[in-house]
């Protein structure tokens, strides 16, 4: 595709219930990254892909949250037994490779309401 | 730990006006980039410009340009002619030194145009 893709767009889901968001990068980008953004807040980074391996986490929040990815392709960020603090859009951007010379095109997000 | 503060929760301009977002940031390292981020209701970050910090030239991209203040740590947007299409959030973020790829983001500008 043109550009990072991502879904589901709105996910409203009930406490307890785990969550799938998907992303499908940017065609040739090795470097993929997850971040959260919460009501009237900026991006706070979740994880890092380079190719289909992590080799940073650092910023999941829980071991609730977790993340995959197959080969330089779609990831998947999923959370487990969903809590109300985790309302938020989940933003994913893809780079041709991680370093920050290389800008970070941002898909359109999913908006999570844990209810 | 490097942060981004944006003191202005929300600006407002009027169409062909000019209107400056003020940044400031926080590091201890002398190679880092800078950069402006809109993202518009569709939740789409968009990069509007980008400063590498060893160059003193201020960046510049059509009718937004930046005041990089190097030794101030202060980092503003200057957007000229302001179009209706410029209302949005707008983000300032923070990449340290090579081998970073991690943005550090700011809580946000909300601008509004008046026509």
């Known amino acids: 595709g043109a550009g990072v893709s991502q879904s589901p767009s709105n996910k409203v889901t009930e406490k307890g219930k785990d969550v799938e968001l998907r992303c499908d990068p940017i065609?040739?980008?090795?470097?993929l990254y997850w971040y959260r953004q919460r009501l009237g807040q900026g991006l706070e980074f979740l994880i890092y892909?380079?190719?289909?391996?992590?080799?940073?986490k650092s910023g999941l929040p829980s071991d609730r949250f977790s993340a995959e990815r197959t080969g330089e392709s779609v990831s998947t960020l999923t959370i487990q037994r969903t809590q109300q603090e985790d309302s938020a859009v989940y933003l994913c951007?893809?780079?041709?490779?991680?370093?920050?010379?290389?800008?970070?095109?941002f898909g359109p997000g999913t908006r999570l309401t844990v209810l | 730990a490097q942060t981004v503060t944006q003191s202005q929760p929300e600006m407002s301009v009027q169409e062909a006006e000019t209107v400056t977002l003020s940044c400031t940031y926080d590091?201890?390292?002398?190679?880092?980039?800078l950069f402006w981020y809109k993202q518009p209701p569709s939740r789409q970050m968009i990069l509007v410009i980008r400063?590498?910090?060893?160059?003193?030239q201020n960046a510049t991209e059509n009718r937004f340009s930046v005041n990089f203040q190097k030794a101030a740590k202060s980092f503003s947007l200057k957007i000229s002619d302001s179009q209706l299409g410029d209302a949005a959030m707008y983000f300032c973020?923070?990449?340290?030194?090579?081998?970073?790829?991690?943005?550090?983001f700011g809580k946000g500008t909300k601008l509004s145009v008046i026509p």
């Open positions: 951007a893809s780079s041709l490779g991680p370093s920050r010379v290389n800008e970070q095109f």
């Open positions: 065609s040739g980008h090795t470097a």
């Open positions: 892909f380079q190719g289909n391996s992590a080799p940073d």
């Open positions: 590091t201890s390292e002398s190679d880092y980039y």
């Open positions: 400063q590498e910090a060893y160059k003193q």
């Open positions: 973020a923070y990449v340290s030194g090579a081998g970073s790829y991690q943005l550090t």
